[in-house]
């Protein structure tokens, strides 16, 4: 720049300017500056490269243009799979989970897709795109079934969740909103009178992943859910571990007792499903019973 001011330099620096340089600039410099530049980038992407290596995630880009422009690809190219889940009394599936799916290859796993809403302070565009799909599959949704759809806790800050007059809202009905045991509500404000809010509005709440979290009983607490997912966790290889059998019974005789209807998540073999179905579970998840797919 030929004009410096602090305002310029600060953006610079937010777009991921290696260098801020004055005209006129020295040509010797500028060629100095560009070859420190290229060696840092082949050194951070060196350190993504060994970072994926060692703990098998994708590392985040250091330049915010570009985190900027991925992140609006992966929330443009959203979609969903949805897996069913299937009622061992009725013989039929009686709702369908909402898997956040996308197109954008950098972003293809959805930890990663939310960890950029977060960096970015965007996550509610991820929410909204998502309840955005569930409402374009609601027509081929059996009206005796209902889509689970997972809220990211940062979600219950989004206004919009929230209007009576949204779409989303007429329909509340149809839907169950999942909130995982795994994120802390201590940091939203009123948490529990938000999800009051959305009983009011007509939504069922579920508590996913319980058994994978630590302060389930907190959670209870504050949520009050009418639905309880038992994690993939406790339901692995449960024929053949007793005392996980004797803790699951638990787990299923308390959510009963309290009118809560339990979900048994990741089930994959028979013995499994033989199991749960011997503990009294009757809604039952996984890919024993069908793996995800495009439509419901």
Not at 201 to 220: K, P, Q, T, V
């Amino acid at each position: 720049t030929g004009k410096p001011q602090l305002e310029g330099a600060i953006r610079a620096v937010e777009y991921g300017a290696f260098r801020y340089l004055q005209k006129p600039v020295n040509p010797r410099e500028l060629e100095q500056v560009i070859d420190e530049a290229i060696h840092m980038r082949k050194m951070a992407s060196a350190k993504r490269s060994l970072f994926q290596m060692t703990n098998g995630t994708p590392g985040t880009a250091s330049d915010r243009a570009g985190q900027i422009a991925r992140f609006e690809r992966a929330v443009e190219s959203i979609y969903l799979h949805f897996q069913p889940i299937y009622s061992l009394d009725r013989g039929t599936a009686v709702g369908y989970e909402c898997l956040l799916r996308c197109t954008e290859a950098t972003l293809s796993e959805p930890p990663a897709l939310i960890r950029a809403g977060d960096e970015l302070g965007r996550t509610d565009e991820i929410g909204r795109a998502i309840r955005q799909a569930a409402l374009e599959e609601l027509p081929r949704v059996p009206e005796h079934a209902r889509l689970f759809v997972n809220l990211h806790y940062a979600d219950l800050n989004d206004a919009e969740l929230f209007d009576p007059n949204s779409e989303f809202s007429r329909h509340a009905e149809r839907f169950v909103l999942e909130i995982t045991e795994r994120e802390s509500l201590d940091a939203i404000a009123q948490a529990q009178d938000k999800v009051q809010q959305l009983r009011a509005l007509g939504f069922e709440i579920a508590m996913d992943d319980l058994g994978a979290g630590h302060n389930g009983l907190a959670a209870f607490a504050q949520l009050e859910p009418e639905v309880v997912k038992l994690d993939m966790k406790l339901v692995r290889n449960l024929d053949r571990a007793e005392k996980q059998r004797d803790l699951v019974q638990v787990m299923f005789d308390f959510c009963e007792q309290g009118g809560m209807q339990v979900i048994a998540e990741g089930v994959e073999t028979p013995e499994e499903l033989q199991a749960l179905s011997g503990i009294g579970v009757d809604l039952v998840q996984g890919y024993l019973i069908a793996k995800p797919q495009r439509h419901a």
